[in-house]
């Protein structure tokens, strides 16, 4: 007997913008120090299950690509805003993202970890993308946006996507965006998987981390290559001299 589908597959444009906004109405701390990072990971390590984002400051010029600038992870009572433009790139947050314990949910997951392995190379484990899961339920919809509109019936505003990520200081509206976007991601999984699937599969947790490792993989045999010196065979029955590379 087939599992009758209990999400629609796609939703337009005009459909999500009826529906009513959600956002975030719990506690947001903005991290900008190392102990301040410290404290966070310390109390995100306690979590089993946590939302997922990051933000980069938009850039407008044709083949220019800004560095991540802004690291958003959540629980359901409280959201850390990690400032990466502000402060180093902490252990203890690569910990984090490498923890496979941990359970990080997020969409287009991948995109995101190819973006922070710019800034600092992590074995990326424990993620989740919705992306890659919701056709489990019959969803054919990929952003963020549609998602929330197809599994919650709530409209996630996308007004601050383009905002300068990088700013001095963050508006309101910034924060409960960014808040909102690794938050929301915790609420699409729970109603995700208290919904029985109409194409069951196991759920996989995505390795982020591949795609980067084997560019790195890559770069570093051409490297080896290039440094491999010339070395001289000894001579064996008299015959002459000959150089080979290794």
């Given at each position: 007997?087939?599992?009758?589908?209990?999400?629609?597959?796609?939703?337009?444009?005009?459909?999500t913008?009826?529906?009513?906004?959600?956002?975030?109405?719990?506690?947001?701390?903005i991290?900008d120090?190392?102990?301040?990072?410290?404290?966070?990971?310390?109390?995100?390590?306690?979590?089993?299950?946590?939302?997922?984002?990051?933000?980069?400051?938009?850039?407008?010029?044709?083949?220019?690509?800004?560095?991540?600038?802004l690291?958003?992870?959540?629980?359901?009572?409280?959201?850390?805003?990690?400032?990466?433009?502000?402060?180093k790139?902490?252990?203890?947050?690569?910990?984090l993202?490498?923890?496979?314990?941990?359970?990080?949910?997020?969409?287009?997951?991948?995109?995101?970890?190819?973006?922070?392995?710019?800034?600092?190379?992590?074995?990326?484990?424990?993620f989740?993308?919705?992306?890659?899961?919701?056709?489990q339920?019959?969803?054919?919809?990929?952003?963020?946006?549609?998602?929330?509109?197809?599994?919650?019936?709530?409209?996630?505003?996308?007004a601050?996507?383009?905002?300068?990520?990088e700013?001095?200081?963050?508006?309101?509206?910034?924060?409960?965006?960014a808040?909102?976007?690794?938050?929301?991601?915790?609420?699409?999984?729970?109603?995700?998987?208290?919904?029985?699937?109409?194409?069951?599969?196991p759920?996989?947790?995505?390795?982020a981390?591949?795609?980067?490792?084997?560019?790195?993989?890559k770069?570093?045999?051409?490297?080896k290559?290039?440094?491999?010196?010339?070395?001289?065979?000894?001579?064996?029955?008299?015959k002459?001299?000959?150089?080979?590379?290794?």
């Amino acid at each position: 007997m087939s599992i009758e589908q209990k999400f629609a597959p796609t939703i337009t444009n005009e459909q999500t913008a009826t529906l009513p906004a959600i956002r975030f109405e719990g506690e947001v701390q903005i991290v900008d120090t190392e102990q301040g990072l410290i404290e966070a990971c310390n109390y995100l390590s306690q979590h089993s299950v946590i939302g997922f984002d990051t933000e980069t400051r938009p850039s407008f010029k044709a083949g220019i690509t800004n560095r991540v600038a802004l690291i958003q992870l959540s629980t359901p009572e409280r959201c850390y805003l990690f400032r990466l433009c502000r402060m180093k790139f902490g252990r203890e947050l690569q910990r984090l993202l490498e923890n496979p314990d941990i359970k990080k949910v997020g969409a287009d997951v991948a995109g995101d970890i190819r973006s922070l392995n710019q800034l600092r190379h992590i074995r990326a484990a424990g993620f989740i993308d919705l992306q890659t899961i919701a056709p489990q339920w019959g969803i054919e919809e990929k952003s963020l946006r549609k998602l929330s509109a197809i599994v919650l019936g709530k409209r996630v505003s996308k007004a601050q996507r383009l905002s300068n990520w990088e700013a001095a200081q963050f508006t309101e509206q910034q924060i409960s965006y960014a808040a909102t976007d690794a938050w929301v991601c915790l609420e699409i999984l729970a109603k995700l998987e208290a919904t029985p699937k109409c194409n069951p599969a196991p759920t996989q947790e995505i390795k982020a981390q591949a795609e980067p490792q084997k560019i790195e993989q890559k770069a570093e045999q051409k490297a080896k290559s290039r440094r491999r010196p010339f070395r001289r065979r000894k001579p064996h029955n008299s015959k002459p001299t000959t150089e080979t590379k290794e």
